[in-house]
């Protein structure tokens, strides 16, 4: 297919030419970037031309923190996202069970206490009478935690008697019973939910494509199972996958993939191998991020550390040694301090070169930030969170110690390259929220007035960049993707409106008019 792009504003997020008129692409690349005249120059009669005046073209932008088949499923499941209370909750989940047979589960995602009217955590009891006679699991927003009835206890077996499993914690009632809330080991009631039908899972992926598709993503970096990736690749074998998908692992599933002869960079152009995922931490929303001093508003509390330092460093090694770099969740500033102490130790015996990243780093000690510079760690961060945290933070953590949050200025300022994600289904899929957090350092409402600690603010360049240069460094594919230029493949967001010529507080409304993979359209705007 050979297309003329022209009339329009490019930013290519080359350094070199960061502007441009208009595109050419054929058979996938790029060939030709510049003024009107120049693309012009290298077509003919059997080229589609394209005249987008007043609309704005940016390399195919890239979600490097998602959870992609888990957006897919929630889809299916009972939205409890942004509701103001437990009782709207409560009602949400009860529409659901009455449509559900006896035994069913009935599974929701999104509730979030810190935005309730009356923030209190949620126990099995505000569940018990409006799911008698089903099995009930509402994961947190953060994915950190799940609330559960008396019914999915006990399918469970969990009980008084049960121990905290390693790395996690059961919440527990005065008595010593369960109290239906479950932090850091959501794994145990989730490997007692009956697992969902191929139909049902290719559906989901199909689903979580085309809310990325027409939110601009061009691709994504999905932090899921190996279970995940044999749907996806159903999908691509039977040209059905029209996105690029960046495929992490987890390290239990380290042996099936090498039976299977998965290795890093392994797959098609759509769908690719890269990082082992490991966790240091839990989330600050549920106050299990592991910290160095206690929590402002839980003195006696500090954390979880999913992994403990000695077992974090001998997962770094193990993912080392069967030639895979790694990605680690961390959170609290304790958290990133045992990752870079485990991937140091790591090094001596594996030396590199690595591509390692740090996900999230909501939190640092400055003296950290030297230590990741130095050891070429990419912080793949996720600027929406912005809009929810803010608030939570600060009284979690304290405003001065949050001058060292969230800070992705500082962070660039220190010389660490930096790539952009939503963590979805945590937050929404689309790219314009992030782009909007990371340049006012507001919530969707305009608050905090002026910005949110404002010396972290990004420019709406380096906020592009963040979704989409270092993101094809980190997945291997730096030489094709991550900016347009000629001679790289042709992956485009086209956004209705020029963003420069915009007020911030206008792009949570503007639309995205196309998105083009590999110079096919992958997604256009309906008319």
């Known amino acids: 297919m050979k297309t003329a792009f022209l009339s329009t504003r490019v930013f290519t997020g080359d350094s070199a030419r960061p502007w441009a008129q208009g595109l050419a692409v054929d058979g996938g690349r790029i060939v030709a970037v510049g003024a009107d005249e120049d693309v012009r120059a290298v077509t003919d009669d059997s080229w589609e031309v394209l005249s987008l005046p007043g609309r704005l073209v940016v390399p195919g932008l890239v979600d490097s923190h998602t959870h992609f088949l888990s957006l897919g499923r929630t889809f299916q499941w009972v939205d409890l996202r942004d509701l103001p209370s437990l009782e709207a909750c409560r009602e949400a989940v009860s529409r659901k069970a009455k449509q559900m047979p006896p035994g069913k589960w009935v ?73 239906g809330l479950i932090l850091e080991a959501i794994e145990l009631i989730r490997d007692h939910i009956p697992e969902p039908t191929e139909e049902e899972l290719d559906n989901a992926a199909l689903a979580a494509q085309e809310a990325a598709l027409s939110a601009g993503l061009a691709g994504v970096h999905t932090c899921e199972h190996l279970a995940d990736w044999k749907v996806l690749d159903r999908l691509d074998r039977r040209g059905r996958l029209k996105m690029r998908v960046y495929h992490l692992i987890r390290p239990e599933d380290l042996a099936e993939a090498r039976e299977r002869g998965l290795a890093p960079g392994a797959g098609s152009e759509r769908l690719w191998f890269g990082h082992v995922k490991l966790f240091a931490d839990g989330s600050m929303g549920a106050s299990t991020a592991l910290m160095h001093e206690p929590y402002a508003d839980s003195p006696e509390n500090r954390g979880i550390a999913v992994l403990a330092p000695a077992a974090l460093r001998d997962h770094i090694r193990a993912a080392y040694a069967a030639g895979w770099d790694v990605a680690v969740h961390a959170i609290g500033d304790a958290a990133l301090t045992n990752v870079l102490d485990a991937i140091e130790a790591a090094r001596q015996q594996h030396p590199g070169p690595h591509r390692d990243r740090v996900e999230h780093v909501q939190l640092f000690r400055p003296e950290d930030l030297s230590r990741m510079q130095r050891l070429g760690i990419t912080a793949s961060v996720q600027p929406v969170f912005v809009d929810t945290d803010w608030k939570p933070a600060q009284e979690k953590w304290g405003l001065e110690r949050c001058r060292n949050a969230y800070a992705w200025k500082t962070i660039t300022a220190a010389g660490i390259p930096v790539q952009f994600g939503s963590d979805t289904p945590v937050e929404p899929i689309n790219p314009l929220f992030g782009l909007y957090a990371a340049v006012t350092r507001q919530d969707r409402r305009g608050e905090p007035p002026g910005g949110w600690f404002p010396d972290q603010r990004l420019s709406l360049e380096e906020a592009l960049a963040g979704f989409s240069r270092q993101a094809a460094w980190t997945a291997g594919r730096e030489d094709d993707l991550g900016f347009i230029a000629a001679g790289r493949r042709a992956d485009l967001t086209v956004f209705e409106q020029d963003l420069f010529s915009l007020p911030p507080e206008r792009w949570l409304e503007a639309a995205v008019y196309m998105t083009v993979v590999d110079g096919e359209i992958a997604y256009r705007a309906p008319r």
């Open 107 to 179: 599974i929701g995602r999104g509730w979030d206490h810190h935005k309730w009217e009356q923030p209190r955590q949620p126990t099995r009891t505000d569940l018990d009478d409006i799911t008698p006679h089903n099995p009930a699991a509402m994961i947190r927003a953060c994915g950190h935690s799940v609330w559960v009835n008396s019914l999915a206890l006990k399918e469970a077996g969990i009980g008084r008697d049960t121990p905290d499993p390693e790395g996690g914690r059961i919440e527990r009632m005065p008595d010593g019973e369960p109290s």
